[in-house]
């Protein structure tokens, strides 16, 4: 009833296993454990909680009878965030579950601040390594160009040496393309190269 009036819809679980086949099958946000529970207690449901991909993301709260100082250690070093000691009041789980969604909404928070940060330090570098590659790519580029086409044009140059001088220069053309892409990128992003492997995408990154 308490969770309910708070705006959580509570899915129930009669032991530590199905609470588990439960959360394996949807993660949830806010996990509300009894430490004494059937086939599996609260801190091993825990620790298989934390291991498990995005776990970390999860907030745990334990209900206990023990109080005694090595108990709450053992909560707290098997990953809890907070625990509850019985008998447990209404206020009291208002009070907790108050203290859970604050520090929800703060890690979320941080989490967002961290991933638009590394997004900026990110397109902070394509920007560096796009003037870098302009800098260091389009002078030699040119002279490359202007020499294959004053070889092309000279005179005693056979139909073979003017078709491989040819892809030379569509080669070179090209490479000063794909410099001229990076430099007008506005929406960067990363696609699979291959398995294991992301590459910049050149050729959708462009907004119209």
Same mark, same amino acid.
């Given at each position: 009833?308490?969770?309910?009036?708070?705006?959580?819809?509570?899915?129930?679980?009669?032991?530590?296993?199905?609470?588990?086949a439960?959360?394996?099958?949807?993660?949830?946000?806010?996990v509300?454990?009894?430490?004494q529970?059937?086939?599996?207690?609260?801190?091993?449901?825990t620790?298989?909680?934390?291991?498990?991909?995005?776990g970390?993301?999860v907030?745990v709260l334990?209900?206990?009878?023990?109080?005694?100082?090595?108990?709450?250690?053992? =909560?707290?070093?098997?990953?809890?965030?907070?625990?509850?000691?019985?008998?447990?009041?209404?206020?009291?789980?208002?009070?907790?579950?108050?203290?859970?969604?604050?520090?929800?909404a703060?890690?979320?928070?941080?989490?967002?601040?961290?991933?638009?940060?590394?997004?900026?330090?990110?397109l902070?570098?394509?920007?560096?390594?796009?003037?870098?590659l /302009?800098?260091?790519?389009?002078?030699?580029?040119?002279?490359?160009?202007?020499?294959?086409?004053?070889?092309?044009?000279? /005179?005693?140059?056979?139909?073979?040496?003017?078709? /491989?001088?040819?892809?030379?220069?569509? /080669?070179?053309?090209?490479?000063?393309?794909? =410099?001229?892409?990076?430099?007008?990128?506005?929406?960067?992003?990363?696609?699979?190269?291959?398995?294991g492997?992301?590459?910049l995408?050149?050729?959708?990154?462009?907004?119209?």
């Amino acid at each position: 009833a308490v969770l309910r009036e708070m705006g959580h819809e509570p899915v129930l679980a009669a032991d530590g296993e199905e609470a588990w086949a439960q959360h394996e099958r949807e993660p949830f946000p806010l996990v509300l454990l009894l430490w004494q529970m059937p086939r599996l207690d609260a801190l091993d449901l825990t620790r298989r909680i934390r291991d498990a991909e995005g776990g970390d993301r999860v907030f745990v709260l334990v209900v206990t009878a023990r109080e005694g100082t090595d108990d709450l250690h053992d =909560v707290l070093d098997a990953g809890a965030d907070d625990y509850l000691s019985k008998p447990v009041t209404p206020e009291q789980l208002r009070a907790r579950l108050t203290i859970a969604e604050r520090r929800m909404a703060a890690e979320d928070a941080r989490r967002r601040a961290e991933e638009a940060l590394a997004r900026a330090q990110w397109l902070a570098g394509i920007g560096q390594t796009s003037l870098a590659l /302009q800098h260091e790519i389009n002078n030699p580029l040119a002279a490359l160009l202007a020499h294959t086409e004053l070889l092309r044009d000279a /005179q005693g140059v056979g139909a073979v040496e003017r078709e /491989q001088l040819e892809v030379i220069a569509r /080669q070179a053309r090209r490479i000063a393309d794909v =410099v001229s892409r990076l430099r007008q990128l506005q929406a960067p992003k990363s696609v699979e190269y291959v398995k294991g492997s992301k590459m910049l995408d050149l050729g959708d990154g462009r907004e119209e």
